[in-house]
T-cell receptor, first 112, second 112 residues
Framework: GAGVSQSPRYKVTKRGQDVALRCDPISGHVSLYWYRQALGQGPEFLTYFNYEAQQDKSGLPNDRFSAERPEGSISTLTIQRTEQRDSAMYRC??????????FGQGTRLTVV | TQLLEQSPQFLSIQEGENLTVYCNSSSVFSSLQWYRQEPGEGPVLLVTVVTGGEVKKLKRLTFQFGDARKDSSLHITAAQPGDTGLYLCAGAPTGTASKLTFGTGTRLQVTL
């Protein structure tokens, strides 16, 4: 596609439910990143992939968070047993070189 | 943990004025990017600098990477209302291909 596509754009879920956030990167981009962004602040790194391999997951807050990119393209960030503190904007980015990042519009997650 | 401090945090100026935003760290980066983000959108890449002392110009925007690759600046000449937004610097740590660390952000408002 023309840009990084994320779905859903908005997700409201009840505390304790699992959620899956999807990212469709720019075609051909090798690297895919997940970030979390609080209002008015810069994105905070969660994890990234080169092709299908997860290279670094040091930014994932705890073991309720996981991510996969099984075929080296679309990626899913899953949050199990959601808590109110998980509410945030989750952003995906992709890169052809691993340096420049192109961001999607994000998924606004609200846990009630 | 590598931190990027941006200053100022907020800047409100009138159209036609010049301004400089600073991005500072105690860590060395292999490259540094500048992004602009508008409300409701993802960060948009403006420039990448990779060499110490490098200067890049993008119309009225001038970006400089410090000689030691620990800091950077963004200078805007004759600011326009369209320059309004959140400006973010982001550094890629030396020795790694990815995992950007974002700065604290500078919110710029340009009024008529």
């Amino acid at each position: 596609g023309a840009g990084v596509s994320q779905s859903p754009r908005y997700k409201v879920t009840k505390r304790g439910q699992d959620v899956a956030l999807r990212c469709d990167p720019i075609s051909g981009h090798v690297s895919l990143y997940w970030y979390r962004q609080a209002l008015g602040q810069g994105p905070e790194f969660l994890t990234y992939f080169n092709y299908e391999a997860q290279q670094d997951k040091s930014g994932l807050p705890n073991d309720r968070f996981s991510a996969e990119r099984p075929e080296g393209s679309i990626s899913t960030l899953t949050i199990q047993r959601t808590e109110q503190r998980d509410s945030a904007m989750y952003r995906c980015a992709s890169s052809p070189t691993g340096v420049d990042a192109f961001f999607g519009q994000g998924t606004r997650l609200t846990v009630v | 943990t590598q931190l990027l401090e941006q200053s100022p945090q907020f800047l409100s100026i009138q159209e036609g004025e010049n301004l400089t935003v600073y991005c500072n760290s105690s860590s060395v980066f292999s490259s540094l990017q500048w992004y602009r983000q508008e409300p409701g959108e993802g960060p948009v890449l403006l420039v990448t600098v990779v060499t110490g002392g490098e200067v890049k110009k993008l119309k009225r925007l001038t970006f400089q990477f410090g000689d030691a690759r620990k800091d950077s600046s963004l200078h805007i000449t004759a600011a326009q209302p369209g320059d309004t937004g959140l400006y973010l610097c982001a550094g890629a740590p030396t020795g790694t291909a990815s995992k950007l660390t974002f700065g604290t952000g500078t919110r710029l408002q340009v009024t008529l």
